[in-house]
């Protein structure tokens, strides 16, 4: 997993996390990059909103990273839900953002463990071991 964290440690560029609820409906978001824990599990931070409730019935995601820059590269995360957090002193301390306003609405830092790491395009399976 030290690939991965240094990778997205130093490469900019657009997150898009996609869930889907119980029936299968779709959503995708905007999201940054991830954080990544002590036990080898990625975490993001989250807002109560569609993404957050289907994880609620359905664990399984995908996170897309499109690095900034010419062409098409970046990496694929196929990721399963192992807990969330509502801890909000841990929230403020992981946030790259100044969401430190009240009135944001509740927030939740969702772990994840990965499952799967590919390449934004093709098939390769990039999985660390």
């Given amino acids: 997993m030290k ?4 990778y997205f440690e130093n490469k900019r560029g657009t997150g898009v996390m996609s869930t889907a609820d119980k029936d299968g409906k779709v959503n995708a978001s905007i999201y940054s990059r991830p954080h990544f824990m002590e036990d080898g599990s990625v975490a993001f931070i989250m807002s109560d909103r569609l993404t957050h409730h289907n994880l609620l019935s359905n664990p399984h995601a995908a996170y ?3 690095e900034e820059g010419l ?9 399963t839900k192992i807990r969330e957090e509502k801890n909000k002193d ?8 100044g969401y430190r306003n ?15 790491v590919m390449p934004l395009i093709g098939a390769g399976d990039e999985t660390e071991g």
């Fill in 3 to 6: 690939g991965l964290r240094d």
């Fill in 64 to 66: 897309l990273f499109m």
């Fill in 90 to 97: 841990l929230i403020q301390s992981l946030s790259r953002r």
């Fill in 102 to 116: 009240e009135k944001t609405g509740a927030r939740f830092l969702v772990v994840f463990q990965v499952d799967k």
């Fill in 71 to 79: 062409g098409y590269k970046g990496k694929r995360l196929y990721l």
